[in-house]
């Protein structure tokens, strides 16, 4: 049963730190989004890809956010530094042609001190 | 500003009734709705969807319609059961598939 899959599930870092949350679609897939989940803003747009070309960032602090695809099986949302704001569940999704449902990884909860 | 909103943050429902779940929107070029079930530790999953060119769709006990001139959809379940009880959010594409747009999610529990 193909799936998105993110690692790490938790990640606990020091407000400055570095922290590199890793997706991997699922095979074929051509776009890729990333979301994050607080308790106020339901599903927030981070960014998004369609054949590994970023289309739409614009839901991404600039300053400290980034997000890559090096390739068709791994996409990369890096926070540098980190702040105890950005502590939420953050979910990658993955989807085979546009207007089509997601299916998104079981979600990476970051927490920052 | 919200352009997918989901008013109601929780809703609670007996067994065997019905649960009815609203969601609006205010972008006239969303062009294709879904909802998503999410759990708690995972990560939502696709439930029903419907293009904006019908005005319903049915899978088994859930049920969407789609009002446009009041951009107001909703998910109906009938009968709820308690493996129901989850996260539930509406999302909308727009422009066929250049965004797509999640409401804030409505907290569904089904009491036995």
């Known amino acids: 049963d193909a799936r998105v899959t993110q690692t790490p599930r938790h990640k606990v870092t020091e407000m400055g730190q570095e922290v590199t949350m890793r997706c991997q679609p699922i095979?074929?897939?051509?776009?890729v989004f990333w979301y994050r989940q607080t308790m106020m803003q339901g599903l927030e747009l981070l960014a998004y890809f369609r054949n590994r070309a970023p289309l739409d960032d614009s839901g991404m602090p600039k300053d400290r956010f980034s997000a890559e695809m090096p390739d068709a099986t791994l996409a990369t949302l890096k926070i540098q530094p980190s702040e105890p704001r950005d502590s939420a569940v953050y979910f990658c999704a993955s989807g085979l042609e546009e207007s089509s449902p997601l299916h998104f990884g079981n979600g990476t909860r970051l927490t920052v001190t | 500003d919200q352009q997918v909103k989901q008013n109601s943050p929780s809703l609670s429902v007996q067994e065997g009734r019905i649960s009815i779940l609203n969601c609006d929107y205010t972008n006239s070029m969303f062009d294709y709705f879904l909802w998503y079930k999410k759990y708690p530790a995972e990560g939502p999953t696709f439930l029903i969807s419907?293009?904006?060119?019908?005005d319903k769709n049915e899978d088994g006990r859930f049920t969407v319609f789609l009002n446009k001139s009041a951009k107001h959809l909703s998910l109906h379940i009938v009968p709820s059961q308690p493996g129901d009880s989850a996260v539930y959010f509406c999302?909308?594409?727009?422009?066929?598939?250049?965004?797509?747009?999640f409401g804030g999610g409505t907290r569904l529990m089904v009491k036995p």
């Open positions: 419907i293009s904006s060119i019908k």
């Open positions: 095979l074929g897939h051509n776009t």
């Open positions: 999302a909308a594409w727009e422009n066929a598939g250049n965004m797509l747009t």
